[in-house]
């Protein structure tokens, strides 16, 4: 009976030690986890600042950055992301779990003030050395399986205000190695395209503009200023060609308090 209770009393005090132990890794990964999130928006954010100008772009850009890192964390196990992550989650009234953004503002804000006070020049032509130093210290921490999304953000908030500026090319390239990114090249490249096709697509809309404004000045049907205004208001920008090829009756049913007759009336005025 004896060695019973001895047996029993081993058995016990083994389970209590496994559960502690479970206890310590867990809140180990969750702190290298936090630790691997953090590091990612402490990255974005001092990038942000090698080109001169951290304008309103760039910041909307990390708070998407941040968003979209614990949406694709949690997304493939979403039990496993709401234990390591559900603090930045809440209730709704449904009894799903939405993204808590206040959360998120407090975590960021005591980034950003931690990021404020590192020693570097932030307003030089080339990058300050002491940035490769932090760059070293924060690329430790990202783990493996956010290493891609890290350096992806990081690409995106370069792009973000339609200027890859040679600082952040050269700190991307040595980012990269420190995180082992074996398809940097690509992920740039596709990142140039995109900000080639917008800036196509801004020169595209100017064009459209300039023509509604040279159009605009053959607009004139005696009392009926408020529907021509209605009409150019919701149509302003939109291709001219495609407009004037809408029948009446579409643009009646799309343009609201325009009649078929007061559409063809404007229509033709503008083809002229």
Avoid at 12 to 28: C, E, H
């Amino acid at each position: 009976r004896i060695e019973m209770e001895k047996i029993i009393a081993i058995m016990g005090i083994s389970f209590g030690v496994v559960v502690i132990l479970y206890a310590w890794l867990k809140n180990k990964k969750k702190k290298k986890l936090h630790a691997s999130l953090e590091a990612m928006l402490e990255l974005n954010l001092v990038v942000d600042t090698l080109d001169g100008v951290s304008g309103e772009e760039e910041q909307l850009q990390i708070c998407e950055s941040f968003k979209n890192f614990i949406i694709e964390i949690t997304a493939k196990d979403i039990d496993k992301g709401l234990e390591y992550f559900g603090e930045y989650f809440t209730v709704n009234e449904e009894g799903s779990k939405d993204l808590d953004f206040n959360k998120m503002q407090e975590v960021s804000a005591s980034i950003i003030e931690k990021t404020s006070h590192y020693d570097y020049d932030r307003g030089g032509t080339d990058i300050d050395n002491r940035v490769y130093t932090i760059f070293d210290s924060l690329t430790n921490l990202i783990i493996k399986n956010h290493r891609d999304l890290t350096f992806r953000s990081l690409v995106s908030l370069c792009g973000a205000d339609l200027d890859l500026h040679p600082n952040e090319i050269k700190a991307l390239d040595y980012i990269a190695k420190k995180l082992r990114i074996k398809n940097k090249d690509r992920i740039v490249g596709e990142e140039r395209e995109r900000i080639e096709q917008v800036k196509r697509n801004i020169e595209a809309n100017k064009e459209k503009i300039a023509l509604w404004d040279e159009k605009i000045k053959n607009v004139n049907v005696p009392g009926w200023k408020e529907e021509t205004a209605v009409f150019m208001g919701y149509l302003y920008g939109k291709d001219i060609q495609t407009v004037l090829s809408t029948s009446d009756k579409e643009m009646a049913k799309n343009v609201p308090g325009i009649k078929e007759s007061k559409a063809n009336v404007i229509k033709k005025q503008l083809a002229e």
